[in-house]
């Protein structure tokens, strides 16, 4: 799995709503962390070039290699200066996004930010409360404001951390770097139940998991480790990631049990299938 993007859900995130924008010549607030995906970046963009990539997971760059941070599908929009990169787990939901030059746009409330032009002082008038940083290869300075990053070039003849923000206030922006307070799809409720991968806003059904013995040799337990392993159990449903309904249907102990459903990408369906109730354990 791999790379990737932005936006939101019920519980409050960095939501970029009436009041919370990014604006690119085309509105992002449909967007949220730990909802939108790949799917839905190409769909809002489409009339746009899109380039499938993969980036570094760097914490404030994306090319601090693959060694050290590991690789995440992303979407590059270059007219833009936009990477979308999905988390690791799915490969399809929208992880991290990153700003870069030609971007020119509102972060929030906040004036617009043209990189390449904005100074560091800039900033700091529009985020007062902000602190200045830096990365571990000391290749940026860092302006971290709540899950916004702001990256200035950093140069060899500069003083160590820590530094006033006024003895770099002239510099330009170099990059922006949007992070998601949690990622909601990885929330747990009740019973280990929880909204399905990828559903729309509008589900409510959860999907449920159950604890199994493990059989063969998993049944001897060593350092502790549990015989028991999660599985899928109750009514069950999959979504696609453009939040299409994949498949439906009932789990006994993650076995298919019973007729499923099982739809096309544009929610059509294409086939049933009963399923043996017949089980070993």
């Known amino acids: 799995m791999k ?19 990014i604006v690119t010549g085309k509105s992002l607030d449909r967007f949220q962390f730990g909802y939108s995906t790949l799917s839905d970046v190409r769909e809002q963009y489409k009339s746009e070039i899109i380039t499938d990539t993969i980036t570094s997971n760097c914490p404030h760059t994306d090319k601090c ?13 270059k007219k833009l200066g936009m990477v979308f990169q999905a988390n690791y787990q799915t490969g399809e939901l929208i992880h991290k996004v990153l700003l870069y030059a030609p971007f020119k746009g509102k972060i929030d409330t906040s004036k617009n930010i ?38 200035v070039t950093r140069l060899a003849s500069d003083k160590n951390y820590p530094i006033e923000f006024t003895a770099i206030e002239n510099r330009l922006i170099k990059a922006i770097i949007l992070n998601p307070i949690r990622d909601l799809m990885n ?21 449920c998991y159950v604890s199994k013995r493990k059989i063969g040799f998993y049944t001897i337990n060593f350092g502790g480790v549990s015989n028991y392993k999660s599985v ?42 009963k399923h043996s109730r017949f089980l070993f354990w």
């Open 3 to 21: 790379f990737s993007f932005i936006f939101f859900f019920i519980i409050p995130l960095l939501c970029f709503s009436q009041e919370h924008k």
């Open 65 to 77: 290699g693959k060694s050290i941070y590991g690789e995440l599908n992303s979407l590059f929009i």
């Open 114 to 151: 043209a990189l390449g032009k904005t100074t560091v002082k800039e900033i700091y008038k529009q985020y007062p409360k902000s602190r200045l940083t830096s990365t571990n290869g000391k290749k940026h300075w860092i302006i971290k404001n709540d899950n916004i990053s702001f990256l």
């Open 187 to 207: 929330v747990d409720f009740e019973d280990s139940c929880r909204i399905p991968l990828f559903a729309p806003k509008t589900e409510i059904h959860r999907n």
């Open 232 to 273: 899928k159990n109750g009514y069950w449903k999959e979504f696609y990631p453009n939040h299409i309904i994949k498949e439906e249907g009932n789990y006994k102990k993650g076995k298919k049990i019973g007729e499923f459903k099982y739809y096309d990408k544009n929610g059509i369906l294409i086939k049933t299938k």
